[in-house]
């Protein structure tokens, strides 16, 4: 790990509450609108292929990839077991909190593509999960971390709490950068309602998100 940007305020959380405790019970609801889920799933048919081995890091019930593709496969790490066992696009999972635990169980240069999804923004050490991560995708292999301005606000550090969106997207930038990984590239776009709202114009979940191949 090459470099410390936290400090001690900026991990720390209104809830300090045991993580474990917080997501004990299941979610299976969506966080996140039907305008921000299209654009996700159209960005990752985009971007990745079939052939990828893919861990959806700090994943949930639903994986958001395309329903038509069918990749070599796809590995699930998430904080409740009984979410990750409901979703059916993985073929394998753990449970660990990588808020007292950054070691990822996973060997050197395995995975193609890393997906993190409204995740980021929950970590207390993400230098470290950034550094494992580096270590656990290819060479060539790609980082995906996408996110709204949507949160479980009492369990987000105040890194990010007190953060605008274009500070979101610098912030995971900058702690990229400090463990090694090339410059990234930014998507910040508004998504529109479809459906019975699209005549009204209403925008739907903000996207953003931060992609970078590992060198």
Same mark, same amino acid.
């Given at each position: ?25 299941? $979610?299976? &609801? ?15 048919? @985009?971007?990745? @292929? ?22 070599? $496969? ?14 059916? $696009? ?17 060997? @050197? ?55 605008? @969106? ?8 900058? &702690? ?40």
């Amino acid at each position: 790990m090459t470099g410390i940007l936290l400090n001690t305020y900026q991990r720390s959380k209104v809830d300090d509450n045991d993580d474990l405790i917080f997501y004990s019970q299941p $979610r299976l &609801v969506n966080h996140l609108d039907d305008a921000f889920r299209a654009r996700l799933t159209q960005l990752y048919r @985009d971007q990745l @292929d079939e052939d990828m081995a893919i861990l959806d890091l700090m994943s949930s019930w639903v994986s958001h990839l395309p329903d038509e593709i069918t990749y070599r $496969r796809v590995i699930g790490h998430g904080m409740n077991s009984i979410e990750l066992e409901k979703n059916d $696009r993985l073929d394998a999972h753990w449970v660990q909190d990588l808020n007292k635990n950054q070691i990822l169980p996973l060997e @050197d240069a395995s995975i193609d593509a890393c997906l993190m999804v409204a995740a980021w923004q929950y970590l207390q050490y993400p230098e470290k999960v950034a550094g494992e991560l580096k270590r656990v995708v290819k060479k060539g292999g790609q980082l995906i971390v996408s996110f709204s301005n949507r949160a479980f606000w009492t369990k987000a550090p105040r890194i990010w709490t007190e953060g605008s @969106d274009f500070d979101h997207l610098n912030y995971v930038k900058d &702690v990229l950068i400090a463990q090694g990984w090339p410059e990234a590239q930014f998507i910040s776009e508004p998504t529109q309602k479809a459906g019975f709202f699209s005549f009204l114009e209403l925008n739907g979940d903000p996207f953003f998100s931060v992609l970078v191949n590992n060198n």
